[in-house]
T-cell receptor, first 113, second 115 residues
């Protein structure tokens, strides 16, 4: 079956630090990969996506590259801000069977000024 | 684009009672999904509809859970004889069936507390 593993949190960084949140996956077929973000008190928002190998998704300074050989989709940002504090979820969609997204457990990111 | 809306946002109920949640998807989206999210976990897929057809329901957690989308627009999720373990956030999402069909847009969720 499908599964997503992402690094445990909370991750605490200082403002302007470099961010990496690791995500690896197991899937049948050839999945599409996503990062969702959940700000305090708000719903899940799609942050970025990649639908095929070597694609790079990017949005709001965040990037992630679909690495089929390592089954990974790590989230990176060069300089984080306090406003980036949120919970980040890695997810995949394989399009077969149940047809829902499979999510990781989420990584809580805390940025200190 | 008014986004996905859910009602109510919070529901407190006593064990054994039935509850029903409503989801209104983005108007031009044909696919509608339900998920459950418990504390410290990612959302867990429950069921989905394409228009009014429920194409997957094997992931519903028990036969106490049911969902409908009678006219292909809004959807309802019902939990009968609620248990304390049903306490969670229930999320609805929608997506188009062509173009960016893999992009699911989520509502704010309904937080259920069973006492």
């Amino acid at each position: 079956g499908n599964s997503v593993t992402q690094m445990e949190g909370p991750v605490t960084l200082s403002e302007e630090a470099f961010l990496t949140i690791n995500c690896t996956y197991t899937a049948t077929g050839y999945p599409s990969l996503f990062w969702y973000v959940q700000y305090p008190g708000e719903g899940l928002q799609l942050l970025l996506k990649a639908t095929k190998a070597d694609d790079k998704g990017s949005n709001k300074g965040f990037e992630a590259t679909y690495r089929k050989e390592t089954t990974s989709f790590h989230l990176e940002k060069g300089s984080v801000q306090v406003s980036d504090s949120a919970v980040y979820f890695c997810a995949l969609y394989s399009g077969g069977g149940a047809d829902g997204l499979t999510f990781g457990k989420g990584t809580h990111l805390i940025i200190q000024p | 684009d008014t986004g996905v809306s859910q009602d109510p946002r919070h529901k407190i109920t006593k064990r054994g009672q039935n509850v029903t949640f409503r989801c209104d998807p983005i108007s031009e989206h044909n696919r509608l999904y339900w998920y459950r999210q418990t504390l410290g976990q990612g959302p867990e897929f429950l069921t989905y509809f394409q228009n009014e057809a429920q194409l997957e329901k094997s992931r519903l957690l028990s036969d106490r859970f049911s969902a409908e989308r009678p006219k292909g627009s809004f959807s309802t999720l019902e939990i009968q004889r609620t248990e304390q373990g049903d306490s969670a956030m229930y999320l609805c999402a929608s997506s188009p069936t062509s173009g960016r069909l893999y992009e699911q847009y989520f509502g704010p969720g309904t937080r259920l507390t069973v006492t």
